[in-house]
Nanobody
Framework: QVQLVESGGGLVQPGGSLRLSCAAT????????MGWYRQTPGKERELIAG????????YYDESVKGRFTISRDNGKNTVYLQMNSLKPEDTAVYYC?????????WGKGTLVTVST
């Protein structure tokens, strides 16, 4: 069964940190660039970070550059997103997928809420 399972979200105060994880089946993960996406109500899902299949290059949206770090463990079929200096505007549901995204593979996402 092809799956993407995101975890690690939660409630955090502004300035805090969270680490998201995404476990993928090898069908999705192996040989593909992977990305983290987020979506807020009323807006389209957007790519915020991407990592090359062998971690040779990374992409960051300007809104998260310098605060978020994407990484992957090819031995565990897992991609991570370390989020530091979180802001209220980072509140969203976070998803992982291939990069570019496959319409077939979306998981349920993990909710990140940044609030006092």
């Amino acid at each position: 069964q092809v799956q993407l399972v995101e975890s690690g979200g939660g409630l955090v105060q502004p300035g805090g940190s969270l680490r998201l994880s995404c476990a993928a089946t090898s069908t999705i993960f192996s040989g593909n660039n992977m990305g983290w996406y987020r979506q807020t109500p009323g807006k389209e899902r957007e790519l915020i970070a991407g990592v090359h299949k062998r971690s040779l290059t990374m992409y960051y949206d300007e809104s998260v550059k310098g605060r978020f770090t994407i990484s992957r463990d090819n031995g565990k079929n897992t991609v991570y997103l370390q989020m530091n200096s979180l802001k209220p505007e980072d509140t969203a549901v976070y998803y992982c997928n291939t990069w570019p995204a496959s319409k077939t593979y979306w998981g349920k996402g993990t909710l990140v809420t940044v609030s006092t």
